[in-house]
């Protein structure tokens, strides 16, 4: 009997312990889950804004040619063609400043001409442009635009063996040179953007500066004189002209690989036979990236402008082709947005 009352006093002192303990640890789940209730959340780091996104193409072709007892003749050469298209944009609510600069140069070594590297392609062209959207959601922008455009180095008409020594050769009839001539224009309009592969500015306030450092040239490319005479008249190396303009530019897809790009630029002169005579530059690209780093590239260019003289002839049109097999690297923006 007395283990018996032993025995259910410690049952008894044992059940009340649980019993507390329960309680205390009841309490405590019940005061961590207010605290953590009534704890600040913990804020998500923020994410910096990036305003900036940037991309750069570079190309590099190679063509080598060489014949060794070739019965239907011919002459060892070698074609190198480099270019570099680089794209920098800022976009911040409902302003845009978008830029481009594209860097195109090319020659041909032969055998027949070994003292000469003969020029096959030349180009500077530099865009800027600043957006402002007319509404959030609109399809119109206020713009404010650049561009210029110029070549690198002389383009010669002729290669003349020198009578006095074979091997030399004497580059005659220069054709251009570095800023001779340079195109500059400012352009204040609107910009309908319907897409984003398609847009067309429409500038009504253009001002086109054509500068031309060689006097040689200066009358080719339709200089104002400011020294008349019948013989020998002198040319300014400035030709401003104030009027209009009207850019469309669009760019298709097909796929990953195949892109087709054109641009076409028209200006016309208040101060000379407005919307009559014309200038044209008309751009074209396609590329077919045939692997990660090969493709296929053909540029087409072609100009109308009535006030350029071509081997003493207003010829108005201007037209060239270049064909590229080139290795192609892509840099972008990891960033970039899609």
Known sequence: MKHRTILSGALFLALGVSAFAQDDAQKAAAEAAAAFANAPAEKAPEVKPKYWTWSSIFDLG???TYFTKWAAGGFNNVTMSAAIDAKASYTKNLLAWN???????????????SKVFQKSND????ESKFSYKTAKDSKWNWTASYDFRSQFTDTWGKYV????DP????????????????YNNLALGIEWKPASWFDVNIAPLTGSLTVCNVESLRKSYGMPIITPSDTDPVYSNLLFQFGASVKANA????N??????????????????PFIQNRVNWDNKITWQIAKFFK???STWLIYDPIVEIDGVYSKVQAKDFLAFNFTYTLNDKNKKK
Do not use: C, H
Request: hydrophobic share 45%; no cysteine.
């Open 62 to 64: 190679l063509t080598q």
């Open 99 to 113: 830029n481009r600069l594209q860097l195109q140069y090319g020659f041909i070594w032969s055998a027949d001409k």
């Open 123 to 126: 180009r500077i062209y530099l």
């Open 161 to 164: 063996e020198s009578p006095d």
């Open 167 to 182: 091997n030399i050769w004497i580059m005659t009839n220069l054709k251009s040179s570095f800023l001779s001539p340079a």
């Open 251 to 254: 760019k298709f897809s097909i």
């Open 256 to 273: 990953d690989a195949f892109v087709f790009e054109t641009q076409v630029v028209v200006f016309t002169d208040y101060l000379n036979k």
């Open 296 to 298: 296929i590239s053909l």
